[in-house]
């Protein structure tokens, strides 16, 4: 199997994980029950860490020093434009989130199973272009990430994608849509992740000296998505340690599948 084959697997890995998640509005009858959805959001905020540490950052350092750069001014330049970006798109994208009535981003007359779709979306972006720049990266041959880290970055994000496609998907039954439809919306919420990835490979393939500010940049729009997000809705309410939990679960799992597999 050729390398490009395989990149094109990798990068719809993610979709899958989302599909799958989605799906769960054909198996469950009602909503995910909220501490289970601490749980998962925990562990989908931990899986962004890790992979923003060891799949992004820390690649990022190392061909920066490869290159003869200052090893912190790629990374610590890309993390806060990342940050920056999702800053403004979240500023900018009329949104809302499911664990909340109150609508952000700009004002616009759309529907509220539309807005939880454009969260979503947003959310997925960085995620995205995270894949692309990690297998940019490989494909360049002047970092130290592999195939098999590759694909542990693409399958750790399809775990943490699983639930969010169902926490997508499940309320949009209760605004009495239909089963394929909440399906065929959670599905299309994650079409941005492979989509973003193609455009990112594409991209960063021409203008490999700039790999290490991407690499940084995807890592700083993810936990921008972790803090802003992820973190705030799993601690709402009571039993917040358990969205902790999910965190050390998260974090733990991906850290071990980039260390085991890079």
């Known amino acids: 199997m050729s390398d490009n084959v395989k990149v094109a697997i990798g990068i719809m890995i993610p979709l899958i994980g989302t599909t799958l998640g989605a799906g769960m509005v ?11 959805q ?119 994000i399809a775990l943490q994608n699983f639930p969010e496609g169902a926490i997508i998907s499940m309320p949009l039954l209760g605004t009495g849509m239909s089963k394929n439809r909440a399906f065929s919306y959670g599905f299309g919420s994650g079409l941005v992740e492979p989509v973003g990835a193609f455009l990112t490979l594409l991209l960063t393939q021409h203008i490999t000296p700039l790999l290490p500010y991407f690499l940084s940049f995807a890592a700083g729009a993810m936990i921008y998505v972790v803090v802003e997000e992820l973190i705030p809705e799993s601690q709402m309410g009571k039993h917040s340690n358990i969205g902790t939990i999910g965190v050390a679960m998260g974090f733990a799992l991906m850290m071990i599948l980039d260390v085991a597999l890079g």
């Open 26 to 36: 054909y198996f469950l009858k009602e909503e995910i029950k909220p501490a289970l």
């Open 38 to 156: 601490k749980l998962l959001l925990g562990f989908a905020s931990g899986v962004m860490i890790a992979a923003s540490v060891w799949s992004l950052l820390i690649p990022g350092i190392d061909m920066a020093e490869d290159q003869g750069v200052i090893p912190w001014i790629p990374a610590a330049v890309g993390f806060l434009l990342g940050m920056g970006f999702l800053l403004l798109m979240d500023s900018l994208v009329p949104h809302i989130h499911a664990a909340s009535d109150t609508e952000e981003g700009m004002q616009a007359d759309l529907k509220k199973s539309t807005m939880l779709i454009f969260a979503v979306t947003l959310h997925n972006l960085p995620e995205g272009m995270a894949v692309g720049v990690v297998f940019a990266g490989l494909l360049s041959g002047q970092t130290n990430i592999t195939m098999a880290g590759a694909f542990a970055l693409a399958i750790g």
